[in-house]
């Protein structure tokens, strides 16, 4: 029986966070997480990325369906339980590593695949799933089936607890790893949120930096608080 499904998209640091709070919490609940898909690109397929995002973001989002649609091919041959140790592999290579693997992915995103692939024994072949359109419907339905159950104006990650009935939340958007015990702490509290059927929200766009290696913030190191919206820096917009 799955406890949570979790839809992520390779590419969101925060997403990258949340996962890693999430695996602290299943390891000690012995909780059953099923790795699910959310595509940025899609999200913001009506968005003008010109206009909404800073450069580079539209390239960023495209990278992260590339590595989606690896996933949906790793799935198809391995089963969902590989989804979630590719999901491992990929956020250790963009964010818990030095800086520059995102721009790696970004130029050769068939490479990176390959190289993750490789790390965990299987086919580097399904790297050429990249560019493998075939998969997009599949991506898309769960992607869209993610936002049937939180509404579209939301980002990456979405939770949703005990499936299929149990509600679904947008985040919580950390930008630090709890302690295991401070884990289940927070585990408690946002489950208790999202099993009252009248919360809404609760949010606040200032966030620090993710404390992650590619951010260049090492374990312990506290990031500078900015303003984000909608998974940018708002100072950055336009510019």
């Known amino acids: 029986m799955v406890d949570l499904d979790f839809y992520f998209d390779p590419v969101c640091p925060f997403a990258w966070m949340t996962s890693k709070w999430v695996r602290l919490v299943a390891d ?9 898909f959310i595509s940025l690109r899609f999200v913001n397929a009506g968005v003008d990325y010109a206009a909404h995002f800073p450069p580079g973001y539209e390239r960023g989002h495209t990278a992260g369906l590339e590595l989606l649609r690896v996933a949906a091919a790793v799935r198809a041959a391995h089963g969902p339980d590989a989804v979630g140790s590719l999901y491992a592999a990929y956020g250790a290579e963009l964010f818990d590593s030095a ?3 995102e721009a790696d992915l970004q130029r050769d995103p068939v490479g990176f695949a390959s190289e993750v692939l490789s790390g965990l024994g299987l086919a580097v072949e399904l790297a050429e799933a990249v560019s493998d359109t ?3 419907a599949e991506i898309r339905a769960e992607t869209d089936r993610a936002l049937s159950l939180t509404g579209r104006d939301v980002g990456t990650p979405i939770l949703h607890f005990d499936p299929p009935e149990g509600a679904a939340l947008f985040g919580p958007v950390i930008s630090r790893l709890p302690s295991p015990s401070d884990a289940l702490g927070l585990w408690e509290h946002v489950a208790a949120l999202a099993r009252f059927g009248g919360f809404a929200e609760l949010k606040r766009s200032v966030r620090e930096t ?3 290696r590619a951010f260049g913030l090492e374990d312990g190191e506290v990031g500078a608080e900015e303003d984000w919206q909608q998974g940018h820096r708002r100072d950055t917009v336009g510019s």
């Open 28 to 36: 000690q609940r012995d909780y059953q997480v099923e790795w699910r």
């Open 134 to 136: 075939s998969f997009d």
């Open 99 to 101: 800086p520059g693997r």
């Open 210 to 212: 993710p404390q992650l």
